[in-house]
């Protein structure tokens, strides 16, 4: 699921993301097997329609992603300018069929999606796991959609080869985003992205 056009929701502009339309042709690219929902197919009531009614291993949403003071304003920006909620995060991902384990790995790939208050420590990576989701990956702030992209990418094409871990096939990604990335070398493009849950 993802957002590649600006977006306005409750007053707040959010920019297009260039690279968004890559990271998701990638993604689409390595889960042959994949249903896809963007722009304006991406919306809070598809969200909880399709996962409530189908069983994804994976689930990959890349778009903008705010945190604020009140549940009302953690949310992650979707099509038609809609917002999907921390509450409609936390009550879809609660419904979905086999709970425990049925989502084995939910890629939040937005800004923030990792930062959280006495609510919800881990923010919405965190209320993912209260939920029965087995990891979340999440970035601890903002972070470039054109690195992202690449970063991503090669966490998937890592993580398909066989015994390798989440944990693992997130750090070799970013490994070659030292190595082999110049332009994205500095910790400020590949670090801020965290796994947690079941690393495995």
């Known amino acids: 699921m993802g957002l590649t056009q600006a977006a306005e929701v409750d007053t707040q502009k959010f920019r297009a993301l260039g690279s968004a339309d890559s990271e998701i042709q990638a993604v689409k690219q390595i ?11 991406f919306a809070p009531d598809t969200f909880g329609k399709e996962l409530g009614n189908e069983i ?10 705010q945190f604020g003071t009140i ?21 879809t991902l ?3 069929p086999g709970k425990a384990n049925a989502i084995d790995l939910l890629a939040l790939t937005a800004c923030d999606t990792a930062l959280g208050d006495d609510r919800a420590t881990l923010g919405l990576a965190g209320v993912a796991l209260q939920t029965g989701v087995k990891t979340a990956m999440a970035s601890l702030w903002s972070v470039r959609d054109e690195s992202t992209a690449i970063l991503v990418e090669d966490f998937y094409r890592n993580l398909q080869k066989p015994g390798t871990t989440k944990a693992e096939a997130l750090q070799k990604a970013q490994i ?25």
């Open 176 to 200: 070659k985003m030292i190595t082999e990335q110049p332009k994205f070398a500095s910790p400020s493009f590949w670090s801020p992205f965290i796994l947690i849950g079941n690393w495995v």
């Open 94 to 96: 609660s419904n979905v």
């Open 71 to 91: 549940p009302e304003d953690t949310f992650i920006v979707t099509g038609k300018n809609k917002k999907l909620t921390i509450d409609k995060l936390e009550s």
């Open 56 to 65: 994804y291993p994976v689930v990959h949403i890349v778009t903008h992603a």
């Open 31 to 41: 889960f042959p097997k994949h249903k896809d929902f963007i722009d304006q197919e």
